[in-house]
């Protein structure tokens, strides 16, 4: 474990606001299409104004002011933010972010995690890794670097930091990725928390009538807005996922690119419009594309995440069931579904809101960890070997 301590040059980001002042861009589309066809010119602006003022130095600050580490495993750098508890108690507690996010979408659970109000509370020590090809862990040397081999990755981590058992809790790619740690180090694994769970969690082909019948009126919705997504929301996924090298020209080169293929999916995956204006959450979401821009991470990142699924649909192993138990938190604007989820996951709890979406780290960081709480609490004590 080497300590890291991110700094940023401010040529850089001279940089960046001379590319976003120079930025060419395309007339609004006639007619008041909203963000149907993507992401209004008037809302773009705005948002690479705020971009170009965000105060990078307070980000560096803050990320400065966690125990941060970086290490090798298999080849790649792995960067991490390994927060200790104080609590003699705490459960080691694997967080794994999703896409377009980074660790900057996580650090504002650390605190309450790891220094929780109540001494009835359980306290974590926390790990969040950036992941391989990902934000601050830089591009990876080699391909491969898909679900499983992260997943074996992470399970030497937790090892390598001393952790004779450990929980894993992820959202969206995390939720894809933290299952997997659990079919890769079962022995140690006590129990997988995921959120904005999709793959794995919900029918990977066609449902047939009767099955569809005998869904839950909540089901039956988040059976249809996997429909609508696989229609009309999922040409990110499919360009990512079999042209990374191509749609990264744009990423790499305009930060406008960069910005505007984020900002896109932080609309359509926010469930409160509101919290748009708020600035904290959209300052989060400008720090996850600095991070992106300063590492020159979006191209690997699509590699990474999208185009090594394939590899992951065509493992007929890849979603046999751990025997970990597993809790679901399922907020508003997610999927998941408990009749397909309990086909490869030993679901324990399931848990349905009525609020939050996506990024639940900061739209729902209260709810998030009361659930995480509850959960870990009916998994007994934590095992010290």
Do not use: C
């Not at 790649?76 to 979408?105: F, K, M, N, Q, Y």
């Not at 990423?251 to 984020?262: G, M, Q, R, Y």
């Amino acid at each position: 474990m080497q300590p890291f301590q991110l700094d940023i040059s401010a040529a850089d980001i001279e940089d960046l606001r001379d590319r976003l002042a120079r930025t060419r861009w395309p007339e609004q589309l006639p007619g008041d299409t909203g963000w149907a066809k993507g992401v209004p010119v008037a809302e773009a602006r705005a948002w690479a104004r705020d971009l170009a003022a965000f105060d990078w130095r307070a980000l560096q600050d803050e990320l400065n002011a966690l125990p941060q580490f970086t290490t090798e495993i298999d080849g790649a750098t792995v960067h991490l933010v390994h927060a200790r508890s104080a609590r003699a108690d705490a459960v080691p507690l694997l967080v794994l972010h999703g896409w377009p996010g980074t660790v900057v979408e996580l650090v504002d659970l650390v605190e309450p995690l790891t220094s929780p109000e109540s001494d009835d509370d359980p306290a974590f020590s926390v790990v969040i890794p950036s992941h391989p090809g990902v934000g601050l862990s830089g591009r990876t040397a080699e391909p491969g670097w898909g679900v499983p081999r992260t997943a074996r990755a992470y399970a030497e981590l937790m090892a390598r930091l001393g952790y004779g058992s450990y929980v894993v809790q992820g959202g969206d790619h995390g939720a894809v990725l933290a299952p997997q740690v659990g079919r890769v180090d079962p022995a140690h694994v006590r129990g997988v928390h995921v959120n904005a769970a999709t793959v794995g969690f919900i029918p990977m082909g066609e449902v047939d009538e009767e099955t569809a019948a005998g869904l839950s009126p909540l089901e039956q919705r988040r059976l249809a807005r996997i429909a609508e997504f696989m229609t009309d929301g999922n040409g990110y996924t499919v360009i990512q996922a079999t042209r990374p090298q191509t749609i990264g020209y744009g990423l790499e080169d305009s930060p406008a690119a960069l910005l505007t293929w984020i900002v896109e999916k932080v609309e359509a995956w926010t469930h409160d419009p509101a919290r748009l204006g708020d600035r904290h959450y959209r300052d989060r979401h400008l720090a996850d594309v600095l991070v992106y821009w300063l590492t020159r991470t979006a191209t690997s990142a699509a590699d990474v995440v999208y185009a090594s699924y394939g590899d992951l649909f065509a493992d007929p192993l890849a979603f046999a069931d751990s025997g970990v138990p597993t809790a679901v938190l399922a907020y508003a604007e997610d999927v998941a579904i408990r009749r397909f989820a309990e086909q490869g996951n030993t679901i324990v709890r399931w848990t349905d809101v009525d609020d939050g979406g996506h990024f639940a780290a900061l739209e729902q960081p209260a709810s998030l960890v009361a659930d995480l709480r509850a959960f870990v609490r009916g998994l007994g004590p934590v095992r010290r070997d």
